[in-house]
């Protein structure tokens, strides 16, 4: 088998904050991690991929997400930490904000949750810095996932929280690229039941299909 080539994109040389040395990746979904691993792996920084979404229903999706990011750590030849799929905290951490829209205070609980279980794993590990994929989807609120990862990283001395914005320097574009030449599942809501529930209602509301779970998968056209 080839060995994976990173030389298809020119991207600058990644340099983590403070001169910090081995990075704890929290890790959303394949089309959303790519361009980062690869950034990451380019620049040689010492990377494990840590994989806690206990938000992605139902269990069957979250399944296709977490195999297709397994798929691609394996290429890169990263670690690749499974972590708990504890759906019923995540419920009760969230009752009560089940109609808060996207971006709004129900998201906040959630990036809080992943991000602490993220963070006590690199201190615990001995990562000194945790950054996170989600930022890089163009329908984030970017200075509300920060904020999430600098109060979770404030929990521990000598951790950092990487806040670098993946979006710049062509990282939206080579997203898209890598998740079509990887042919990448791709999902159409952002994970919870009450994320499913509001786009199939916005879908119903303008005359369109409603998702279909499990078929849909990004192609080189
Ligand atoms: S919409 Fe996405 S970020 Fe917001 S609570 Fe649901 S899964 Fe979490």
């Not at 690869?38 to 139902?58: G, K, W």
């Not at 997203?175 to 994320?195: A, D, H, P, R």
Request: glycine letters at 4%; aromatic letters at 14%; proline letters at 3%.
């Amino acid at each position: 088998m080839n060995k994976y080539s990173l030389e298809n994109y020119s991207r600058p040389i990644l340099q983590m904050p403070h001169g910090r040395k081995k990075l704890l990746l929290h890790s959303c979904c394949a089309p959303c991690a790519g361009e980062i691993m690869e950034a990451v792996a380019a620049s040689e920084i010492d990377t494990s991929i840590f994989f806690y979404n206990p938000n992605i229903h139902p269990k069957e999706e979250y399944e296709i997400r977490k195999d297709e990011n397994i798929r691609f750590a394996k290429k890169l030849g990263f670690d690749f930490i499974d972590a708990d799929y504890d759906k019923d905290n995540w419920f009760d951490r969230v009752k009560g904000l089940e109609n808060e829209p996207e971006r709004g205070e129900r998201c906040t609980v959630c990036f809080d949750m992943r991000f602490e279980r993220t963070a006590l794993y690199a201190y615990e590990n001995k990562y000194d810095v945790f950054a996170t994929t989600l930022g890089i989807s163009r329908w984030k609120d970017l200075n509300q996932i920060n904020n999430s990862g600098l109060k979770a990283a404030n929990r521990y001395n000598d951790l950092a929280f990487w806040d670098f914005d993946w979006r710049k320097q062509g990282g939206s574009s080579r997203m898209l690229e890598i998740s079509k030449k990887e042919k990448f599942y791709k999902q159409e809501y952002c994970g919870c039941v009450y994320s499913l529930r509001d786009t199939n209602r916005w879908r119903k509301s303008n005359n369109r299909d409603i998702i279909k779970r499990g078929i849909n998968f990004y192609e080189i056209k």
